[in-house]
């Protein structure tokens, strides 16, 4: 089946750096969503992307939809401690179908 | 977003035994999921509960073991049946709207024993 590549597994960065994670693909996606998933509780969406090329901005969150439909970055400035989590990215095919990266795990130290 | 209400938050059950998850929506959507998020993993379909219809099962779930109803817009359910160790997850129900995307409910966490 369909698979997304996401990557980093995980980071441990400082607060106040800019973070960075990806995801790619070799099916080509009409949709690509970015969740965050906090222990305990279900994933909550970030940012939607409808269009190949677009830049969607939420607060200190930016992603794109690449070009080729095929990839998406997300990125987060200046983080805080309260962006830990896991992040997921999803990619929408037909029939309103998701499917999800593994997950970045996210660890800021204060 | 669209308010998503599952139930129970959380279950420790016997093996061979099965459990039912509720999930409400605030609001009438089309389209409803259901995930399994197995422990560190990402999250898996399970199936499209089609409202009036039987379910859409994806490859590798079947409707002996995971039956699901959909008796309207605002409501599905989830049974895990004769469960073993190996169906310890968290199964989210997830819905989509044309107003606020796809949305995830909290979450059932189910412990198998």
């Known amino acids: 089946g369909q698979q997304l590549n996401q990557s980093p597994q995980s980071m441990f960065i400082q607060e106040g750096e800019d973070v960075s994670m990806n995801c790619t693909s070799s099916?080509?996606?009409?949709?690509w969503l970015w969740y965050k998933q906090d222990p305990g509780e279900g994933p909550v969406l970030l940012i939607a992307?409808?269009?190949?090329?677009e830049l969607t901005s939420n607060g200190r969150l930016t992603a794109q939809f690449g070009i080729t439909r095929k990839d998406s970055f997300l990125n987060i400035s200046a983080s805080i401690p309260s962006d830990v989590g896991i992040y997921f990215c999803?990619?929408?095919?037909?029939?309103?179908?998701?499917?999800f990266g593994a997950g970045t795990i996210l660890r800021v130290k204060s | 977003s669209a308010v998503i209400s599952q139930k129970p938050s959380r279950d420790i059950c016997q093996r061979g035994t099965s459990l039912t998850i509720q999930c409400q929506v605030d609001s009438q959507v089309t389209m409803m999921f259901w995930y399994r998020q197995q422990p560190g993993q990402s999250l898996t379909l399970i199936a499209t509960a089609n409202q009036g219809s039987e379910a859409t099962y994806e490859s590798g779930f079947v409707i002996d073991k995971f039956p699901i109803s959909r008796p309207n817009l605002t409501f599905s359910t989830l049974t895990v049946s004769n469960m073993s160790p190996e169906d310890s997850s968290i199964y989210l129900c997830?819905?989509?709207?044309?107003?606020?995307?796809?949305?995830f409910g909290s979450g059932t966490r189910l412990t198998v024993v």
């Open positions: 999803a990619g929408q095919l037909g029939g309103n179908k998701l499917v």
């Open positions: 099916s080509i996606f009409n949709t």
């Open positions: 992307l409808y269009k190949a090329g």
């Open positions: 997830s819905v989509e709207s044309a107003n606020y995307g796809y949305t």
